[in-house]
Nanobody, 125 residues
């Protein structure tokens, strides 16, 4: 089992920046991929970004491309999401997720095995 704990959310004005962190513990050797998802009130959970743990290959949702950067520090077993040029529509609970090497789209939340508790990001206009 892998445990994921997010931190770094908060309230920021539009145009501002935040960096989210996700600390992984437990059987981290089994992690192949980590990702960030978000869920706004009344909406379904949506894909934000993903990275392979070893190679560092990334993929982004079109809505965040060029503004958000996903990265990881393997030595610290920590995943990051650096968010710049934030918009009110980025307001949501942000979740860190992980999975082993398995079938399923890397953008599908149902294809992830482990989840953090979420951290709230609120962007004011």
């Amino acid at each position: 089992q892998v445990q994921l704990v997010e931190s770094g959310g908060g309230l920021v004005q539009a145009g501002g920046s935040l960096r989210l962190s996700c600390a992984a513990s437990g059987r981290t050797a089994s992690v192949f991929r980590l990702g960030w998802f978000r869920q706004a009130l009344g909406n379904e959970r949506e894909f934000v970004a993903t990275i392979t743990w070893s190679a560092g290959t990334t993929r982004y949702a079109d809505s965040v491309k060029g503004r958000f950067t996903i990265s990881r520090d393997n030595a610290k077993n920590t995943l990051y999401l650096t968010m710049n040029s934030l918009k009110p529509e980025d307001t949501a609970a942000y979740y860190c997720a992980g999975r082993p090497l398995r079938n399923g789209s890397s953008e599908d939340p149902n294809a992830y095995n482990w989840w953090g508790q979420g951290t709230q990001v609120t962007v004011s206009s």
